[in-house]
């Protein structure tokens, strides 16, 4: 009771006294600082010790960090020349060997993968028949039509740009240095190409696949746009995140971008499935 009595005087000290650096004499008595003092007694007893001994597998060696990786083995050893003692000419015998390793890091690689299709026709039709059966040999469409990108070319890109914060400016320069005239242009529209073509059916099952959990989680965080159709480049714009709940058996994590944080952009998210409801042109 006494110490309640003291907290709440502390209480109307605070709210309703003057500000100053003396102590009160109503203050609370020092049993918070010597709180060990009080609540110790001589006559209890030691608690009883037990002893647990367990093995503890050590992780983060070396050996643990490198065991999935690929390895090179460079051997340095001497010519049958070599293998002379130099003091009585007999023959050396390997007595032992030493091993050290080192981490070998291979830059990204650009080649060109050239498809040739070969293309058949009947000699025979050609000569004595009105038409002739040409025969193609069966060749995969590209990603995009008359485009030089590769589906790894793509996704090394989006990578880069996505998962790693490396602007396509930059990305630009970096292709220069390997001898690779791309402008950032063209990879822009790579970028939106592979997207409008491959990921938008992808990202609709998923959209549709997320309105059936019972629970969501649903955040916006602001971000500029440039060159915006009625909006200045310092105009606050938005992206909405959607994700499932820690519990839901399949995790997704899904964008849509939009021009503010009305609460009609959610609304629109809940919509029925079958109207185009994510905006994904400005991802």
Request: charged share 25%; hydrophobic share 35%.
């Amino acid at each position: 009771m006494q110490w309640y009595e003291e907290q709440f005087r502390l209480s109307q000290q605070k709210r309703f006294g003057a500000s100053s650096e003396k102590t009160d004499d109503n203050q609370l008595a020092l049993q918070l600082f010597n709180e060990a003092e009080i609540s110790s007694s001589v006559l209890l007893a030691e608690p009883t010790m037990e002893t647990v001994n367990y093995t503890r597998k050590k992780i983060g060696g070396r050996a643990e960090k490198l065991k999935d990786l690929p390895v090179e083995t460079i051997h340095y050893d001497l010519s049958d020349a070599e293998k002379v003692c130099s003091a009585c000419d007999h023959a050396l015998h390997e007595m032992s060997h030493q091993t050290r390793q080192e981490l070998k890091i291979v830059p990204a690689q650009v080649k060109v993968v050239k498809h040739v299709q070969h293309i058949y026709s009947c000699r025979h039709c050609e000569k004595y028949e009105i038409t002739t059966p040409i025969m193609k040999a069966k060749m995969p469409n590209p990603v995009i039509p008359k485009g030089l990108a590769s589906p790894s070319a793509i996704a090394f890109i989006m990578t880069q740009k996505f998962a790693d914060g490396l602007p396509l400016y930059r990305q630009e320069k970096q292709l220069e240095r390997m001898g690779i005239p791309l402008n950032r242009q063209t990879l822009s529209n790579w970028m939106i190409s592979s997207t409008t073509r491959w990921l938008s059916p992808f990202y609709d099952t998923l959209h549709r696949q997320l309105l059936q959990e019972e629970l969501l989680h649903a955040d916006e965080t602001s971000l500029q746009v440039l060159d915006e159709p009625g909006k200045t480049a310092q105009s606050k714009s938005y992206m909405w995140l959607y994700r499932t709940s820690g519990a839901s058996e399949k995790p997704m994590v899904l964008f849509d971008y939009r021009a503010s944080r009305s609460s009609a952009n959610p609304k629109v998210i809940s919509m029925s499935t079958d109207m185009p409801a994510m905006n994904r042109s400005k991802m």
